[in-house]
């Protein structure tokens, strides 16, 4: 099974404060993502990878980077973090095979409170 | 533009009654279709996923889709709803092969009562 694991469940930080939100899978997946999940708004894709050290702009980056020095560890940094990035962030990995059209596989989310 | 709707943000039914999840899609390519479910603090789960090999797609749980090119649809359905089932529901679609453009629904949340 493939596992995609964050590590950290639940994270209060402080206004101002850099943060490093972290996730690793094991399946040799070559795209990784960071997506962000608000009530009523779904997710929203923050950044992806496709490659180590390639990385792509989703929908909503600003305020946000990503660092991916490895294949299997993919991560969302928060430069500043602000009250507006209080969020379940979540990321997910998949295969770019394209004959399989690989789903996404997620990890259980990271809950981010800042005050 | 490519998008995806889901109709209706929460869905209520009783246990043993039928289970009907709406998605539509626009897209100007052959989309890959699939449904996730987020049960209470975890993160996303595949439920199935259409891949043009048949119209109708069975899934873990007793789900099933059915995919519908005229009317750009993709409807998860269950004959039998049962208290376990409440979650949230994610339709997404794929516009590419490579995987990496993948844009999800806003979700229908899912209650089941007895």
């Known amino acids: 099974d493939v596992k995609v694991t964050q590590s950290s469940r639940y994270l209060v930080k402080r206004t101002g404060e850099k943060v490093f939100l972290e996730c690793v899978q094991d399946m040799d997946h070559e795209n990784m993502f960071w997506y962000r999940q608000d009530p009523g708004l779904g997710l929203r894709l923050i950044y992806f990878?496709?490659?180590?050290?390639?990385?792509e702009k989703g929908d909503i980056p600003e305020g946000y980077s990503v660092s991916r020095e490895k294949k299997e560890r993919f991560s969302l940094i928060l430069e500043s973090a602000s009250t507006n990035q209080t969020s379940m962030y979540l990321c997910?990995?998949?295969?770019?095979?394209?004959?399989?059209?690989?789903?996404?596989?997620f990890g259980n989310g990271t809950r981010l409170t800042v005050t | 533009a490519q998008s995806v709707t889901q109709l209706g943000s929460h869905v209520s039914v009783s246990e043993g009654a039928l289970v009907l999840l709406r998605c539509n899609y626009s897209?100007?390519?052959?989309?890959?279709l699939f449904w996730y479910v987020q049960y209470p603090n975890q993160g996303l789960q595949l439920l199935l996923k259409y891949t043009s090999a048949a119209t109708l797609v069975k899934g873990i749980n007793g789900f099933e889709a059915e995919f519908k090119k005229s009317e750009t649809s993709f409807h998860l359905t269950k004959p039998s709803a049962h208290m376990s089932d409440a979650a949230e529901y994610f339709c997404?679609?794929?516009?590419?092969?490579?995987?990496?453009?993948?844009?999800f629904g806003k979700g229908t949340t899912l209650s089941v009562s007895s």
């Open positions: 997910a990995s998949n295969t770019r095979d394209a004959r399989r059209n690989s789903p996404l596989h």
């Open positions: 897209s100007s390519v052959p989309p890959y």
């Open positions: 997404a679609v794929s516009f590419n092969q490579a995987g990496t453009a993948l844009i």
């Open positions: 990878s496709y490659d180590v050290k390639m990385k």
